[in-house]
């Protein structure tokens, strides 16, 4: 047990909806990160916050939005689903902007 | 992003040592070599990182070659809960603590 946790755990929805997956990351930890991992991109690296503040930002789409909160909780929020973006998405934290990352067990999201 | 190079599979004998390489020739002085390991159904587990130095630690040890153009991810005693994707990472602290996964390389250790 990393000390991550996402829920929920699964997820289904259909295609044009929205939905906002949730990131607890572990005691103390200020940084807090979303990866995509699907069959054909492999795990990929979606945006970082550090305290509160967005620090880096990779193939996220426009579609997607994240925020961290004041008691450093995360969420991600992706709307105007399509079926590719059925996938697991991994939320992870740091204590700082730099530290080893620890993974939650993610959460499943299938679009129909 | 600097790329790394793995084998897609490997294959081990349980209670014996494997060796897991990983090519980075386009390594910058400022990267630091991180392993990383996701079990069957699990988010990615932190296994052992290095810079220049050769690392110990109760996982695994990492060995680094002189020129940081390859390292080798080295498990003492394979055991069947070691079966795993195993992912070779470049992190430039410098731009940010983004890790950017390649394919890794999938272990099955054998009884």
């Known amino acids: 047990d990393s000390g991550v946790t996402q829920t929920p755990k699964h997820l289904i929805t259909a295609t044009g909806q929205r939905v906002t997956l949730r990131c607890s990351p572990r005691?103390?930890?200020?940084?807090v990160y979303w990866y995509q991992q699907s069959l054909d991109q492999g795990l990929q690296f979606l945006i970082q916050?550090?305290?509160?503040?967005?620090?880096a930002k990779g193939n996220i789409l426009e579609r997607f939005s994240a925020q961290q909160f004041p008691d450093l909780h995360s969420e991600l929020n992706l709307s105007s689903l399509e079926l590719g973006d059925s996938a697991l998405y991994f939320c992870?934290?740091?204590?700082?902007?730099?530290?080893?990352?620890?993974f939650g067990p993610g959460t499943r999201l299938t679009v129909l | 992003d600097a790329k790394t190079t793995q084998p897609n599979s490997m294959e081990s004998n349980e209670e014996e040592p494997v060796h897991l390489p990983c090519n980075h020739s386009?390594?910058?002085?400022?990267?630091?070599i991180h392993w990383y390991r996701q079990l069957p159904s699990q988010g990615p587990e932190y296994v052992i990182h290095?810079?220049?130095s050769n690392v110990n630690n109760r996982m695994a040890s990492l060995a680094i070659a002189e020129d940081r153009k390859s390292s080798t991810l080295i498990l003492h005693r394979a055991t069947l809960r070691d079966a795993a994707v195993y992912y070779c990472?470049?992190?430039?602290?410098?731009?940010?603590?983004?890790?950017?996964f390649g394919t890794g390389t999938s272990l099955t250790v054998i009884p």
């Open positions: 992870a934290s740091s204590a700082s902007s730099v530290g080893t990352q620890y």
């Open positions: 005691s103390g930890d200020l940084s």
């Open positions: 916050y550090y305290n509160g503040e967005e620090r």
């Open positions: 386009t390594i910058s002085g400022t990267d630091y």
């Open positions: 290095g810079l220049t």
């Open positions: 990472i470049l992190r430039d602290v410098g731009t940010g603590n983004q890790f950017y």
